[in-house]
Each structure stands twice: as structure tokens, then as C-alpha cells.
T-cell receptor, first 114, second 109 residues
Framework: DVKVTQSSRYLVKRTGEKVFLECVQD?????MFWYRQDPGLGLRLIYF???????EKGDIPEGYSVSREKKERFSLILESASTNQTSMYLC?????????????FGDGTRLSIL | KNEVEQSPQNLTAQEGEFITINCSYS?????LHWLQQHPGGGIVSLFM?????KKHGRLIATINIQEKHSSLHITASHPRDSAVYIC???????????WGAGTKLIIKP
């Protein structure tokens, strides 16, 4: 079974802090994704990556950056956290052509910015 | 108007009832996904379909491409089916995924 592991289930940070969310997958998937999920809204894609050192902006990249130095790890960085970035963050990975294959999700990180 | 609409937003039913969750979309698609999100947060892919019908255990997913509509059915529902069910469509114009807001299902014993 594919395992996607997010480093924290719950995280509390302060406004202005630099925040790192880590995601690791163990199935050698080419594609990795970061989403945020807010009540009443569908998942919104922040960034995705289809290969090491490659990244593509999703629908809401502002205020975020990503890093993919190794195939199994995809990091989401909040450069200067703000209260409107309080959300559930979900990492996913998939094989092959980016959006055609089912995505495998981590358990999510519930991030609160105070 | 959202490109992917799910209905109902919330559904509470008794154990054993037949459940239907609907997904309507307004764009051309090449595939549609149904996913399940448990209260803990993790999301699991249930089905990916582009035509007809798929069945897995007590879950059935159907899609009508002409009507731009898909349904997820649960037979003999059980409290462990309580979750948020999410529909996502893969657009055929740019191969991006558009996500529905989800249907929160509660099955009472």
C-alpha cells in the first residue's frame, strides 16, 4: 500500500513565522501535490511537482513556496505565516501523468496561525 | 457558479438505508473521481470513472456524460460509512482537477 506521511497532524504557529510542512511518500511516485482544505470549499491546489526540482503553481500559490530536492519528499513553506493561512493542508502523490491517476493522500496537517 | 456541485451538502440517515450522493458539473471532463474523507482527515480514492458504472462492495458509482452528472450510492449503510464524500472532475481541456465541496454523511445506528 502507498503511504504518504505528513510530518505533523496539528501545528500552531505565530503570525510572521516561517513554517515548513513536510510530506514523504514511499512508492516512488513522480507526482506530488499540496492542497489546502477549508470548510465549504473544495480542495484547492497550492503547488504540484512532477519530478525532482520541478514545481508548478496551482490555483492559490500566493504566500507559499515548495521544495522537492528528493523524489520522495515534497515540502510546503509558508514564508511569513498569516492568519488567513489557518487551514487543513493535505499532501498527495500519484503515478504517471499528473492528474489522470488516482491520488494517494496523507492524513493532513491542521495548521493554526495565531 | 461552481463548476462542480455536490448535493446534498449534509445527509443524516439510519443504518441500513440506501444512500445517494450526487455530483453535477458544467465542464467537459475526461474522468471523474469519488473520494472518501474520514473524520481524522485522511482521503481515500474510491472510484475513477469516465463512463457507465463501477461497483466495489456496497459502493456503486455511476456517471452520465451527456447529463454531466454522477451519483455515488451506498447500499445497506453502516455507521462506519460516516465520512465526507468528495467528487472531483478531470477537465478535458487542460487536465486539471476541479474539486467539489463534499457531502458530509452521518449514519446513525
Amino acid at each position: 500500500d502507498v503511504k504518504v506521511t505528513q510530518s505533523s497532524r496539528y501545528l500552531v504557529k505565530r503570525t510572521g513565522e516561517k513554517v515548513f510542512l513536510e510530506c514523504v511518500q514511499d512508492m516512488d511516485h513522480e507526482n506530488m501535490f499540496w492542497y489546502r482544505q477549508d470548510p465549504g470549499l473544495g480542495l484547492r491546489l497550492i503547488y504540484f511537482s512532477y519530478d525532482v526540482k520541478m514545481k508548478e503553481k496551482g490555483d492559490i500559490p500566493e504566500g507559499y513556496s515548495v521544495s522537492r530536492e528528493k523524489k520522495e519528499r515534497f515540502s510546503l513553506i509558508l514564508e511569513s505565516a498569516s492568519t488567513n493561512q489557518t487551514s487543513m493542508y493535505l499532501c498527495a502523490s500519484s503515478l504517471g501523468t499528473a492528474f489522470h491517476q488516482p491520488q494517494h493522500f496523507g492524513d493532513g496537517t491542521r495548521l493554526s496561525i495565531l | 457558479k461552481n463548476e462542480v456541485e455536490q448535493s446534498p451538502q449534509n445527509l443524516t440517515a439510519q443504518e441500513g438505508e440506501f444512500i445517494t450522493i450526487n455530483c453535477s458539473y458544467s465542464v467537459g471532463i475526461s474522468a471523474l473521481h469519488w473520494l472518501q474523507q474520514h473524520p481524522g482527515g485522511g482521503i481515500v480514492s474510491l472510484f475513477m470513472l469516465s463512463s457507465g458504472k463501477k461497483k466495489h462492495g456496497r459502493l456503486i458509482a455511476t456517471i452520465n456524460i451527456q447529463e454531466k452528472h454522477s451519483s455515488l450510492h451506498i447500499t445497506a449503510s453502516h455507521p462506519r460509512d460516516s465520512a465526507v464524500y468528495i467528487c472531483a472532475v478531470l477537465m478535458d481541456s487542460n487536465y486539471q482537477l476541479i474539486w467539489g465541496a463534499g457531502t458530509k454523511l452521518i449514519i446513525k445506528p
